[in-house]
């Protein structure tokens, strides 16, 4: 679950996933993308880079 204020530590847990990089920054746009238009701090995707 997300919290109301990002956590450096789970966002460098994310980035450290093992995954191809193209794939990883995809997700990390989209994701931050997804908190910018929801105006939120979360954009849903639990685990996933950028979230």
Do not use: Q, T, V, W
């Amino acid at each position: 679950m997300c919290s109301n204020k990002p956590d450096l530590k789970a966002f460098l847990n994310n980035l450290k996933k093992p995954m191809p990089l193209h794939r990883k920054a995809g997700f990390y746009l989209r994701n931050n993308l997804l908190k910018i238009i929801r105006l939120r701090s979360c954009c849903g995707n639990h685990g996933e880079p950028g979230c």
